[in-house]
T-cell receptor, first 115, second 114 residues
């Protein structure tokens, strides 16, 4: 029973490069949430996606950040022209239903370091 | 606006009990509790729903006061494995439903010593 998978686990990018973070939800789950965690801080909601649809991107920075969840394949969080402030742990979580009475299970996270 | 957790940190000896509180200024649909160890993913512990239903861990209990929009997590007979940072995540009540976006508190660091 595979859990939520994320890759890469660690990613180092130089300022100005692009970062692509992947998330495969738990089997049977079609709802994906991305959260960002800065060092020594809590989790901040970024975006909620269902297959082929962005439902809520109210937590995404307006520029440089985008997310998708195609019909086939993992969800991808893309950060263009990274800056040092983007260094953080990025977690995705999945759920079986679009209702917050259901558990969200988190992946192991991708730790992005921008040099 | 994020929920407020208290205390910020707790230090226990094995076998002692602890209570962690989570308070919101908004009407809540559910409260989710997670434990995170350093460098790892948050691990689901418990969901509390308006109306009193609970789902989660057998050895951990929690409460949800709908009138005050507060939740408390009760850790009894603590074990070394309980050490970590505890987060509450709240889902706002949007007309009797809520689609799953969670707003997390700042965390409570729990340290259990032998």
């Amino acid at each position: 029973n595979a859990g939520v998978m994320q890759n890469p686990r660690h990613l180092v990018r130089r300022r100005g490069q692009e970062a692509r973070l992947r998330c495969s939800p738990m089997k049977g789950h079609s709802h994906v949430y991305w959260y960002r965690q800065l060092p020594e801080e809590g989790l901040k909601f970024m975006v909620y996606l269902q297959k082929e649809n962005i439902i809520d991107e109210s937590g995404m920075p307006k520029e440089r950040f985008s997310a998708e969840f195609p019909k086939e394949g993992p969800s991808i969080l893309r950060i263009q022209q990274v800056v040092r402030g983007d260094s953080a742990a990025y977690f995705c979580a999945s759920s079986g239903l679009a209702d917050s009475s259901y558990e969200q299970y988190f992946g192991p996270g991708t730790r992005l370091t921008v040099t | 606006q994020q929920p407020v957790q208290s205390p910020q940190a707790v230090i226990l000896r094995e076998g002692e009990d602890a209570v962690i509180n989570c308070s919101s200024s908004k009407a809540l649909y559910s409260v989710h509790w997670y434990r995170q160890k350093h460098g790892e993913a948050p691990v689901f512990l418990m969901i509390l729903l308006k109306g009193g239903e609970q789902k989660g861990h057998e050895k951990i209990s929690a409460s949800f006061n709908e009138k005050k929009q507060q939740s408390s997590l009760y850790l009894t007979a603590s074990q070394l494995s309980y050490s970590g940072t505890y987060f509450c995540g709240t889902a706002v009540n949007a007309g009797g439903t809520s689609y799953g976006k969670l707003t997390f508190g700042q965390g409570t660091i729990l340290t259990v010593h032998p």
